[in-house]
């Protein structure tokens, strides 16, 4: 699992005209799953994730409850060293993908993160405003 975590002073996501989430100073994360993953792989990135000190003077989400929009991002596994047009291979197919996306959310949520999300499979018009900017790529 691949997390590309960005430290946002506000960032939302809208699906047809609707706000489906949206936080305020926490973290915008984007997160993409390839074919090996497991559940435990989910749980461990949502810890690693919300103990981040990614925040100001090296603090985490954890140390200050601040708020995660996890966004599902097929797009993390796309490659395109070989010509222009890139390669959806290495991700997971959306059947495999989404309950660990959902098992991510969940684990962040077990341990007292409030979360917001996208909507799986849905196309998605992701506004942030970053701050720093601060982005960091977690892999497991």
């Given at each position: 699992m691949r997390a590309l975590v960005q430290?946002?002073?506000?960032?939302?996501?809208?699906v047809d005209d609707?706000?489906?989430?949206?936080i305020e100073e926490g973290l915008l994360v984007l997160v993409g799953v390839t074919h090996d993953d497991t559940a435990a792989k989910?749980?461990?990135?949502?810890?690693?994730?919300?103990?981040?000190r990614i925040l100001d003077n090296e603090a985490s989400a954890a140390d200050l409850g601040a708020p995660?929009?996890?966004?599902?991002?097929?797009?993390?596994?796309?490659?395109?060293?070989?010509g222009r047009r890139p390669t959806w291979?290495?991700?997971?197919?959306?059947?495999v993908a989404e309950p660990l996306v959902t098992?991510?959310?969940?684990?962040?949520?077990?341990?007292?993160?409030?979360?917001e999300t996208g909507r799986f499979r849905a196309h998605m018009l992701?506004?942030?405003?970053?701050?720093?900017p601060r982005t960091i790529l977690l892999e497991l």
């Open positions: 430290t946002v002073s506000r960032a939302s996501v809208t609707e706000v489906v989430g949206k989910a749980a461990e990135l949502a810890r690693k994730t919300h103990e981040l995660l929009l996890v966004v599902s991002q097929f797009t993390l596994y796309g490659d395109a060293r070989k291979n290495a991700a997971a197919p959306a059947e098992a991510y959310v969940e684990s962040l949520r077990a341990r007292g993160a409030t979360v992701v506004d942030s405003v970053n701050v720093g």
